[in-house]
């Protein structure tokens, strides 16, 4: 005993057979190894009547395998903690003031230009739904960057610009890192204003959305503008032979067809909840009942029976009582598009500027 100790003093060669007993056995040295942490009442031993292997098994190369299971731990372990990760409160110890930071510096923009609510929180669908909700529409990389693809023009937080139109106040999860791929042939995945309702509904199922969550987020036009251009296919080619969309109320297409003349000029923009474009509520979900829908999109929501009947389901005389609130669902859902493929934990980066890599 006390020549194997000596041995290992000076440095013993664990690969000689007879002293690899002594030293796997070695308290110390399964204490390193974590090793034996059951104190099994057996040594330490080359053969096993257990396991079935060889001696020459041990020359087989471990590293394929510990590759494989680093791989394996960082799918079950790792990405599953990303997921967590996302959460109310994210920033509380390490920067507490972070979100009084970002709604205060909302605000003050938000005072100088009252387009900014509903520009921020269009950019939000956006920047979520092509590649997720990573910042990515921030970057500026050219002409192919996200940011350049068709309508996206800039981003920002969210909830204050709900709030600030006195929509739902909500609560926001954070954690989310910056992505780091920016192209503007991604975003051909986007809702476009002309897509059917089954094309709709699709577009957002592929994002983990509901025929609930299309109704009320499309709700969000119940802020902001659309420009004319958005408007001609509707007002002037509805059909191949020309016309307008019959589900506009005839009382409402002379009021149109005035602010977006034909071979007008496509910039002149229009309120998209009419007569109350300022405020956020569900009138825009009236209007599309009534066929005042200035977007095809929201009016094809009153087509489809499912949709049709979500967006009744706000009016019914027991809605109250049934507790259906049209603001805590359109809170439950932006929290729902937030979510959409985010990157967290050791996924995507932090830019130190916003509009870089
Ligand atoms: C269902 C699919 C959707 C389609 C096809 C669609 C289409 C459009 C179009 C064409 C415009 C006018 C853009 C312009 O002229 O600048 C617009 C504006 C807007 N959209 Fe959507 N949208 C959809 C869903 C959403 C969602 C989910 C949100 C947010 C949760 C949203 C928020 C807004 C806002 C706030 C505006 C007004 C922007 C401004 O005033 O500058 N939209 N949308």
Redesign the pocket.
């Known amino acids: 005993m006390r020549r194997r100790v000596t041995k290992m003093i000076m440095g013993v060669d664990v690969c000689m057979t007879s002293e690899k007993y002594f030293y796997f056995n070695h308290p110390e040295v399964q204490k390193a190894l974590h090793a034996n942490r059951t104190n099994l009442p057996y040594e330490w031993s080359m053969c096993s009547d257990v396991l079935n292997y060889s001696q020459s098994d041990g020359d087989i190369d471990m590293l394929p395998s510990l590759k494989n299971i680093i791989n394996m731990m960082y799918l079950f372990g790792y990405s599953g903690m990303s997921q967590g990760q996302l959460r109310v409160g994210f920033y509380g110890n390490t920067c507490p003031n972070v979100e009084t930071i970002v709604s205060s510096v909302v605000r003050q923009v938000a005072a100088s230009d009252q ?1 900014i609510a ?2 921020l ?2 950019l ?2 956006h920047d979520c739904f092509v590649q997720g909700c990573d910042g990515s529409i921030l970057i500026e990389n050219g002409d192919n960057a996200e940011r350049h693809a068709f ?1 996206h023009q800039g981003v920002g937080d969210l909830k204050d610009a709900v709030v600030l139109a006195n929509g739902p106040s909500y609560e926001v999860e954070t954690g989310r890192r910056d992505g780091v791929i920016s192209n503007s042939s991604l975003a051909d995945i986007m ?3 002309t ?1 059917s309702i089954q094309i ?1 509904k699709a577009k957002f199922s592929q994002k983990g959305l509901s025929e609930k969550d ?1 109704v009320v ?2 709700a ?2 119940t ?5 004319c ?2 408007m001609t296919q509707r007002l002037y080619n509805f059909f191949p032979g020309g016309g307008s969309d019959p589900s506009i109320n005839p009382s409402f297409l002379p009021e149109l067809m005035a602010t977006c003349p034909e071979n007008g000029n496509v910039n002149v ?1 229009l309120p ?1 909840d009419r007569g109350s474009s300022g405020t956020f509520d569900n009138s825009i979900l009236q209007n599309i009942r009534s066929g005042f829908a200035v ?1 095809q ?1 929201d009016a094809s929501l009153y087509e489809d029976l499912d949709t049709r009947s979500i967006v009744d389901s706000y009016f019914g005389i027991f809605s109250p009582f049934m507790g259906i609130s049209f603001e805590a669902d359109f809170a439950n859902a ?1 929290v729902k ?1 937030g979510r959409i493929d985010v990157l967290t934990g050791f996924h995507g980066t932090i830019r130190r500027v916003c509009s870089r890599f």
Do not use: C, K, Q
Not at 223 to 227: H, L, Q, R, S
């Open positions: 387009n509903p520009v929180l269009r939000h669908f309508g809702p476009e204003v897509d709709l299309l987020l499309s969000a036009h802020i902001g503008t659309t420009a251009f958005f923009r998209i977007l999109s932006m598009m």
